[in-house]
């Protein structure tokens, strides 16, 4: 079984930068391809940023493009997303997970079977 435990949210100013990281134990991370996803209340769960396992590949939402950058390093077993440029509309509790798939257009959470228990973040002034 895989665990993954999100770290690094938190209170930030509009423009701030936050990192968020995503470490799992109980399997190794670099076999299965990573996501970022985000809840805002009375929203859906949409996805953030994806990673393929080799970390070659990677993919963004269209509201994060330019100002958010996914990134892993499988020795550490340990997934990054550090965000610049923060909004309030960022505000969000954020989840990473894990699945055996990546898709190059777009991050479903249907496709991925584990998870974490979030982090929040807050964009305020």
């Known amino acids: 079984q895989l665990q993954l435990v999100e770290s690094g949210g938190g209170l930030v100013q509009p423009g701030g930068s936050l990192r968020l990281s995503c470490a799992a134990s109980?399997?190794?991370?670099?076999?299965?391809?990573v996501g970022w996803f985000r809840q805002a209340p009375g929203k859906e769960r949409e996805g953030v940023s994806c990673?393929?396992?080799?970390?070659?590949?990677?993919n963004y939402a269209d509201s994060v493009k330019g100002r958010f950058t996914i990134s892993r390093d499988n020795a550490k077993n340990t997934v990054y997303l550090q965000m610049n440029s923060l909004k309030p509309e960022d505000t969000a509790v954020y989840y990473c997970?894990?699945?055996?798939?990546?898709?190059?257009?777009?991050?479903?959470?249907?496709?991925?079977?584990?998870w974490g228990q979030g982090t929040q973040v807050i964009v305020s002034s």
């Open positions: 997970a894990a699945g055996p798939l990546y898709r190059h257009s777009v991050c479903l959470p249907s496709d991925y079977y584990y």
């Open positions: 109980g399997l190794p991370l670099a076999n299965y391809a």
């Open positions: 990673i393929r396992s080799s970390g070659i590949s990677t």
